[in-house]
């Protein structure tokens, strides 16, 4: 927890499993996916074009949380949801745990109404309460009352919660705030069986490097909370020279638990993955997309494409099917990551289909196609040569 404070202001982008959805329309139709989650951190919003850029080059599409700062009104942060909403699956922080001890239950509740009011359709998921067990949140009642007020206004919209704990077995200091004895404690029946997701941070650095037994961990969560996904909450290193194995550690653990969902949300993606040349950027998409699988057509059982011809001189038509009726978003981008067209937008019945792409006015190149239903994505490069 203390290395992660060291940065004051941030977001956090959960990356949830494909990569960008492309405009807002489409994007409102999509579902978070109910079966992985890949997660990650921004430390900040300035620059959210190149944050995006390195979202949209996932072979996934991640899932942002983004951290809602203090003292900051939602109107800060209107533009940066906008774009990332556009990019990736988002996830709300209303409070981080570092600010919890610093409001009261009214003023807690009235900054996260503001929030869900200002964001309501652009937040997938809403964390009412992050690291809600940490020794410097202040007295467990306060914080017990804090969340459940903030998990009763988001449920009353209808909105999806998340809970974070703080894995702290081997270093806390109070025992009372032990991750199992504050949930058992302090976690109110209605959430325990009621959270859409609980989620788990842990920062081994600042727990003398113990390693968790984390499939026994998520077996005793799913004990206590039966209806919940379960994953990850936060991860991270500053150590330079450890970030590339923590990330390949972290994004790869295989836990059965069932409704394990994975998360990890790396703390430092602005710093470790913007721009997208970042080695650990390479290290984090190979660790969520293994390079000796691929990502095939044929990995993606719902989605087969087909560029033809390609090369092409001016026009060619990519084909498709797909295995169920889906929202169908098709666009293409230039090596720049700007979206030079959207060629399909719409709900589609099964079967296989033809979309000509006509590219006379455009600059030759090298250009990607993407094709995104509400779970999966398949991208392809295309080279206009107009010398052919």
Not at 106 to 113: E, F, G, R, V
Not at 219 to 242: Q, R
């Amino acid at each position: 927890m203390l290395m992660k404070r060291q940065i004051i202001f941030k977001v956090l982008v959960l990356v949830f499993f494909g990569q960008a959805v492309l405009i807002d329309k489409s994007y409102s139709q999509q579902i978070v996916d109910t079966s992985k989650i890949y997660g990650l951190t921004i430390d900040d919003v300035s620059g959210v074009d190149s944050i995006c850029t390195s979202l949209r080059r996932h072979c996934k599409k991640m899932t942002v949380r983004i951290a809602f700062d203090e003292p900051t009104a939602p109107s800060y942060y209107a533009d940066a949801v906008d774009s990332i909403h556009n990019a990736a699956f988002t996830m709300g922080e209303i409070f981080d745990s570092w600010y919890t001890d610093s409001f009261t239950v009214a003023d807690n509740l009235n900054k996260a109404t503001q929030y869900v009011n200002a964001f309501a359709n652009k937040i997938d998921i809403w964390e009412i309460g992050n690291e809600v067990n940490g020794e410097w949140l202040g007295d467990s009642d306060s914080v017990k009352a804090k969340i459940f007020s903030v998990y009763n206004m988001v449920k009353s919209r209808g909105k999806k919660t998340a809970l974070t704990l703080f894995y702290n077995k081997p270093c806390f200091s109070i025992a009372q705030n032990e991750m199992f004895s504050w949930v058992y404690n302090y976690v109110p029946a209605a959430m325990k069986s009621g959270l859409d997701y609980v989620l788990v941070s842990y920062y081994e650095d600042s727990c003398n490097n113990y390693q968790p037994n984390w499939q026994h961990i998520f077996d005793s969560l799913h004990t206590i909370f039966p209806n919940s996904k379960l994953g990850m909450g936060e991860c991270g290193t500053e150590l330079e020279t450890a970030k590339d194995s923590f990330i390949s550690r972290y994004y790869s653990m295989n836990i059965t638990t069932p409704k394990y969902i994975g998360g990890y949300f790396w703390w430092y993606y602005r710093h470790d993955c913007v721009p997208y040349t970042n080695q650990h950027w390479t290290t984090l998409n190979n660790a969520v997309c293994p390079p000796a699988s691929g990502i095939q057509d044929a990995a993606l059982p719902n989605i087969s494409t087909v560029i033809s011809p390609n090369p092409f001189n001016n026009t060619t038509i990519i084909n498709f099917s797909i295995e169920k009726k889906e929202n169908i978003n098709l666009v293409v981008y230039d090596n720049t990551g700007r979206i030079v067209r959207i060629l399909l937008d719409e709900v589609k019945e099964k079967g296989t289909y033809q979309i000509p792409f006509n590219a006379t006015d455009l600059a030759e190149g090298i250009y990607l196609c993407k094709l995104s239903t509400s779970s999966e994505i398949v991208s392809k490069s295309i080279v206009l040569s107009k010398r052919q």
